[in-house]
Structures are given as C-alpha cells and as structure tokens.
C-alpha cells in the first residue's frame, strides 16, 4: 500500500537555482499539505490544498515559493530563485476525506534540501 | 514565539520502563493535541490524539493526558521498547477558521536495551 511519495529524496543546488519538488498523496485523500523543517522553526505549514484548491497559503514565506496541484494525484513546490536559507526539509503530506487540516496526517518520507 | 513547547530535546530511559514526554503550551484556544512519531529518514507518522473534552486517552501502550488548567500534555509509553526510540512531535490547533495544527520542536527519546 503506497503512502505519500515525494521525490527528489535529496536535491542540491547552488543559490539562485530553480527547485522543484514533487508529491504524490495517497490515492483517495483529498487534502495536502507542504510543510518545512528546520532545527530552528520546527515544522512549519507552507501551504495546504483541498480538493485541488489553495485553501491557505498564509505560510508560504516569499513570493520565491509557488506550489500547484493540477490533480488529485499530484503536486509541485517551487522554489525560485533558491536561496541558502532555504535549506531545510521539505515535506508533503496527505489526509482523507473527513479529516480536517488538524487531524491525522500521512507525510512523506521527504525532500532534503540544500542550496549552496 | 513557540506556542507548543517542548522543553527536553532529549530523554533516555531503559527498556521496559516508563517513558514520559512532555509539552506545554501557550494558547488557550487549543482544543486538539496530537503526537507523532518521527524515525530517521521518514516523515512522522501519526500516533495518538486528545481532545479537550478529554483528560486521558489510552491506545495499546500509548496514553495522553491533557492539563488543561496547566497548559500541560504529556505521552506515557509503558513500557518502553528499543524500537520507540524516535523523535516524538506534539500538535495543536484550536477550532474555527484558523485550525492548521502548531508543532512543538520535539523530543529525541532513546530506549536502551
């Protein structure tokens, strides 16, 4: 049974570099979520849709970061131009139908990142 | 300002002894808490939840008790295995329009045989 699957596993890149990273949510959700961790900050929420829909993207730090999610079955997290500060992990997640943004949720194995 | 706080970045305890992870936090609009567990490498995966209607809930090894007078939630793991050893994340979010979940910086738990 596939869970969520995010790729690339690891990406490095010099600064001002475009990044994109991908995910895959299990099939049947319909809520996903992109979310950041740093040491500093911890996981952070970047974005989260809902049935293909932004619903919010209050925590996408710059106009640098986009994310799309063209269907149920995947969607992107650009970076663009990457930055050195924008090393973290990046994670994507995925919850079913009649769950909520604050129940449970299925990550990802992750995406990490390193802009030199 | 951290509003989940998770004071022990790390704790050792002896297998089959009791592990207590702690978390407290500072909004008093939190009306749900959730645990993860995270492994290396993986992403964290869903443990237990509480909500605030609540002061304890139990699942197989796991149990949460919430404070709420004290701001304060705790995970027992009795008794503890080699493999609980992760790092363990707390959660919480409060009803309405802004709901998305608030994670505290975690705690590294080590199990020792």
């Known amino acids: 049974d596939a869970g969520v699957i995010q790729s690339p596993r690891h990406e490095v890149t010099e600064m001002g570099q475009e990044v994109t990273l991908r995910c895959k949510p299990i099939?049947?959700?319909?809520?996903l979520f992109w979310y950041r961790q740093t040491m500093m900050r911890g996981l952070e929420l970047l974005i989260y849709f809902n049935n293909n829909v932004p619903i919010d993207d209050s925590g996408m730090p710059e106009d640098r970061f986009s994310a799309k999610m063209p269907n149920a079955s995947f969607s992107t997290l650009k970076i663009q131009p990457s930055e050195p500060r924008d090393s973290a992990v990046y994670f994507c997640?995925?919850?079913?139908?009649?769950?909520?943004?604050?129940?449970?949720?299925?990550f990802g194995s992750g995406t990490q990142l390193s802009v030199l | 300002d951290q509003q989940v706080k998770q004071n022990s970045p790390s704790l050792s305890v002896q297998e089959g002894r009791i592990s207590i992870l702690n978390c407290d936090y500072t909004?008093?609009?939190?009306?749900?808490f959730l645990w993860y567990k995270k492994y290396p490498a993986e992403g964290p995966t869903f443990l237990i939840s509480i909500s605030s209607i609540k002061d304890k809930n139990e699942d197989g090894r796991f149990t949460v008790f919430l404070n709420k007078s004290a701001k304060h939630l705790s995970l027992h793991i009795v008794p503890s295995q080699p493999g609980d050893s992760a790092v363990y994340f707390c959660a919480a979010s409060r009803s309405g329009n802004n709901r998305k979940l608030i994670w505290g910086l975690g705690t590294s738990l080590a199990v020792n045989p």
């Open positions: 997640a995925s919850s079913p139908p009649g769950q909520g943004i604050r129940e449970k949720l299925f």
């Open positions: 099939s049947g959700h319909n809520s």
């Open positions: 909004n008093s609009m939190f009306d749900y």
